[in-house]
């Protein structure tokens, strides 16, 4: 969220403004441009896609993948499968962290990551999910979930809650 105030008004915090002016709330996070394209998860009742890790993957790259599986799982009812890059035989993938296939992709970020920052990119009908030094794949795997796939993370105790069938609906 952001707060975004008239020219002569000055917001202490969020949702705070003085009494000089009004305060309006846009979403920060909606995307700029027109929508993409959309991504059929499934077909048939079967996954359109594999999520797929580099063979040295990290304990985080592991999670996020993790993650990833049981929102797409639970949300179709397909059964997602998570495949290593020497396992790897073509086809559609969601690509998490710094895979082979993501380095020869000819994606890349505009802008450095740094510790929190990601970058989720669509390229030859995959999917790159990329992440900055701190919290790597996480972070574009749960931006996924939650801001496109309309799942939501309340608490470890309950887990997510979700209903997806497409990106972009």
Excluded at 2 to 26: C, D
Excluded at 44 to 72: H, M, W, Y
Excluded at 145 to 154: A, K, N, Q, S, V
Aim: glycine share 14%.
């Amino acid at each position: 969220e952001s707060v975004k105030t008239e020219k002569n008004l000055q917001s202490t915090k969020p949702g705070q403004a003085t009494k000089m002016g009004s305060v309006q709330w846009e979403n920060s996070l909606a995307p700029r441009g027109g929508r993409g394209f959309k991504l059929e998860l499934t077909r048939d009742g079967r996954p359109s896609f594999r999520i797929l890790l580099p063979d040295v993957a990290t304990s985080i790259e592991v999670k996020a993948a993790a993650l990833l599986k049981q929102a797409l799982d639970g949300g179709t009812g397909a059964d997602f499968v998570v495949v290593r890059e020497s396992d790897y035989a073509g086809g559609t993938v969601f690509s998490l962290g710094e895979t082979r296939l993501y380095r020869n992709s000819g994606v890349r970020s505009r802008v450095d990551l740094g510790e929190d920052g990601y970058l989720i990119a669509a390229n030859g009908g995959n999917l790159f999910l990329i992440g900055g030094t701190r919290r790597g794949a996480i972070s574009p795997v749960i931006a996924l979930i939650e801001e496109d796939l309309g799942g939501r993370f309340y608490s470890r105790r309950e887990g997510l809650r979700n209903g997806i069938s497409t990106i972009g609906n």
